[in-house]
């Protein structure tokens, strides 16, 4: 085995069309180079590769990390008929580039590029949900179909070492394991981190086979020294040969992955392309599954990325190309709000622990580890063991505060059912990056959780609408001993303060209506609160008079908000959640219980996957602008209105 070769020059100065890049235009381009064009090659595709991302904010780390292999595997499979499934997909811009999609200019953008590989922009694109530790399971799958087909196709799955600490890998693992004639190569990409540095067992385990001398270099030394020692020298290699299993064992302890049954290459350097080739084509041949371990380096030949410990630009904004620093500051963010809060509350109450999977920064708990770091605990990208060992710590006495996207806790739903609710354990969620997130597409948009969530009895959940009530929120929430909380908000900068100026129950009056029997009761949920006050804005130009109330605990339903209901014509609701089973529902079935027949419409996300844009694009497209809501509940109250003069009309005429 190879050790991985030094960094190259951080930025190399392009030509227009990128040289050898531009002339790429599919897979089989790459054929026709020499092992030198494919270094030069390489050096291009890390050049665009800043240049490009440095403009439009992306994932730059990863991807300047499998330049190489993203190479070796395009030369020695062919996809599409070879499929190449890439776990996360967060590391496939070298494979767009490769099969013909070099217009970065809109990554991440309406109508430009996917931030993940997409079936919509390409027939190499196989994976498109962006959720770890997946591809295992679906390669399982591919393979075994090939097998019933009787098809010759190769299914080769990239794995990262962080996506290894998915307990959903592992399943995969054991499954792939029984069936020893049935060909599937595993390409794990080891750089020795997911966002930040990799944790726990496994990851200790792929340290030592990192730092190992491995078998077929210590084998191939010992074959020199043998093959020249006369008579004894061939029968001792031999013998040396065939005890090769526990040999490996002594001298690289590959074991686990073997005795499950798995063929073992590797480690192998991941940016060598040459030494890369000659693993994945030995892989090819195999008629089993074999695992091709790949030593990478995140940020290779960036030395800005290689300089950022916390993740190596793991997910940059907008940044100078030089310096990889941000072009511009966002101002402060709903994250950052949380993560000054967590780290108040440790420093009161020593009860407090918290837990991340495999994103302490991103959700920002960095602060709180540097100050407790023996109260934070790392569960790898395993967010269902992360929601049970927290109905552990808090059935051991503490309160565990699970800070996670939104969209991935949707992983853990039947532990937050069954282990932390049925045990009424005091468990506080943080979903971060609630509601439509924009350019990281369909599977990171946080829009299932306040639907899936209603149906679990006891939970309660909180939706701030600025960073005040995230503080205040929080705290109540941590103070809930009996019951899991949840804690949800957006991705991004914080607006400003939105001032109540009344209470009904507990939720907050954002805007009294000047009427007697008021038009409308609109009842704004999180960080809609802005737009829903420019809503009751252009009602009121209508002259239709609103009400504006924060329930600021969206679960359970206020009970005063049915007897304030009864006092208006019309209920609106508008939540950053998809509409199917979300708030309005909750609200309308509490309606109905307390016997008040109020016309209510709700509006929120509809049910479908929705498209990387920004997030103002994709609030426009789905109708959840102010504008377009107001001009609904103009027409429902006007059609209310219509009907109360019909039915004079007819009293009169009685």
Same mark, same amino acid.
């Given at each position: 085995?190879?050790?991985?070769?030094?960094?190259?020059?951080?930025?190399?100065?392009?030509?227009?069309?990128?040289?050898?890049?531009?002339?790429?235009?599919?897979?089989?381009?790459?054929?026709?180079?020499?092992?030198?064009?494919?270094?030069?090659?390489?050096?291009?595709?890390?050049?665009?590769?800043?240049?490009?991302?440095?403009?439009?904010?992306?994932?730059? !780390?990863?991807? %300047? !990390?499998?330049?190489?292999?993203? @190479?070796?595997?395009?030369?020695?499979?062919?996809?599409p008929k070879d499929k190449v499934l890439w776990d996360t997909g967060h590391q496939s811009y070298v494979h767009k580039l490769l099969t013909g999609r070099q217009d970065f200019t809109r990554l991440k953008m309406k109508?430009?590029?996917?931030?993940?590989?997409?079936?919509? /922009?390409?027939?190499?694109?196989?994976?498109?949900?962006?959720?770890?530790?997946?591809?295992?399971?679906?390669?399982?799958?591919?393979?075994k179909a090939n097998e019933v087909l009787g098809r010759d196709d190769h299914v080769v799955a990239v794995i990262g070492d962080g996506a290894l600490t998915g307990g959903m890998a592992w399943e995969a693992l054991n499954n792939i394991a029984a069936a020893k004639d049935r060909p599937l190569v595993i390409v794990v990409n080891d750089n020795?981190?997911?966002?930040?540095?990799?944790?726990?067992g496994l990851a200790n385990h792929l340290a030592t086979l990192r730092t190992t001398d491995g078998y077929e270099r210590f084998l191939a030394r010992g074959k020199d020294i043998l093959e020249r020692t006369p008579v004894l020298g061939k029968p001792l290699y031999e013998t040396l040969h065939g005890a090769k299993k526990g040999l490996k064992d002594f001298i690289a302890p590959q074991g686990m992955f073997e005795d499950l049954g798995l063929k073992y290459v590797g480690p192998i350097d991941g940016h060598d392309i040459e030494a890369l080739e000659s693993a994945l084509a030995r892989a090819k041949r195999f008629g089993g599954p074999v695992i091709v371990h790949c030593l990478t380096e995140k940020g290779r030949g960036y030395q800005p990325a290689?300089?950022?410990?916390?993740?190596?630009?793991?997910?940059? !904004?907008?940044?100078?190309p030089d310096t990889g620093l941000p072009i511009a500051s966002s101002g402060l963010d709903w994250t950052s709000v949380f993560g000054e809060e967590m780290v108040k509350l440790g420093g009161e109450r020593r009860d407090i622990v918290a837990i991340t999977a495999a994103m302490l920064q991103p959700v920002g708990l960095d602060r709180f580890a540097k100050e407790f770091p023996d109260r934070v605990y790392d569960v790898g990208i395993a967010e269902q063991h992360g929601a049970v060992s927290a109905a552990g710590l808090a059935t051991g006495g503490l309160h565990p505060v699970f800070a996670v996207y939104a969209t991935f806790l949707n992983r853990a739903f039947d532990q937050v059912l069954m282990d932390v609710a049925l045990h009424r354990c005091g468990v506080t969620f943080v979903l971060d990056r609630a509601g439509v997130t924009g350019t990281d597409g369909a599977s990171h948009n946080?829009?299932?959780?306040?639907?899936? %969530?209603?149906?679990?009895?006891?939970?309660? @959940?909180?939706?701030?609408?600025?960073?005040?009530?995230?503080?205040?929120?929080?705290?109540?929430?941590?103070?809930?001993?009996?019951?899991?909380?949840?804690?949800?908000?957006?991705k991004g900068a914080v607006g400003p303060a939105v001032t109540a100026v009344g209470t009904v129950g507990g939720m907050d009056v954002l805007r009294?209506?000047?009427?007697?029997?008021?038009?409308?009761?609109?009842?704004?949920?999180?960080?809609?609160?802005?737009?829903? %006050? /420019?809503?009751a804005d252009l009602l009121d130009a209508q002259g239709i008079s609103t009400t504006v109330v924060d329930p600021r605990w969206v679960k359970p339903v206020?009970?005063?908000?049915?007897?304030?209901?009864?006092?208006?014509?019309?209920?609106?609701?508008?939540?950053?959640?998809?509409?199917v089973g979300g708030v309005g529902s909750a609200v309308a079935q509490a309606l109905r219980d307390a016997g008040v027949d109020v016309p209510l419409r709700d509006f929120g996300i509809p049910p479908r996957f929705l498209d990387h844009a920004s997030r103002k694009e994709v609030l426009a497209e789905i109708g959840l602008t102010a504008p377009d809501i107001a001009r609904q509940v103009t027409g429902l109250v006007s059609t209310l209105d219509g009907r109360v003069e019909e039915a004079e009309v007819e009293r009169v005429r009685d």
């Open positions: 085995m190879t050790q991985p070769r030094d960094a190259r020059p951080t930025r190399a100065v392009m030509g227009d069309g990128w040289g050898s890049l531009s002339r790429i235009r599919g897979p089989r381009d790459l054929d026709r180079l020499g092992p030198e064009q494919l270094e030069q090659l390489a050096a291009e595709i890390r050049s665009f590769l800043v240049d490009a991302v440095s403009k439009t904010g992306g994932h730059l !780390g990863p991807n %300047l !990390g499998v330049v190489e292999l993203t @190479i070796a595997l395009h030369r020695v499979f062919h996809s109508d430009g590029l996917s931030g993940y590989p997409s079936q919509a /922009e390409s027939e190499h694109d196989v994976i498109e949900n962006s959720h770890a530790s997946t591809v295992l399971g679906w390669a399982d799958g591919l393979a020795e981190r997911s966002y930040a540095p990799t944790i726990g290689l300089a950022d410990e916390a993740d190596r630009f793991h997910a940059v !904004g907008k940044i100078h946080g829009m299932w959780d306040m639907s899936i %969530l209603q149906v679990v009895p006891g939970l309660r @959940i909180a939706a701030p609408r600025d960073a005040d009530q995230v503080r205040a929120q929080l705290r109540e929430a941590v103070e809930v001993d009996d019951a899991p909380t949840v804690v949800r908000f957006s009294h209506a000047d009427a007697e029997r008021p038009d409308v009761l609109l009842v704004s949920v999180g960080a809609l609160a802005p737009m829903c %006050l /420019e809503i206020d009970e005063a908000l049915a007897p304030l209901a009864a006092r208006h014509r019309v209920v609106v609701t508008v939540e950053d959640n998809i509409r």
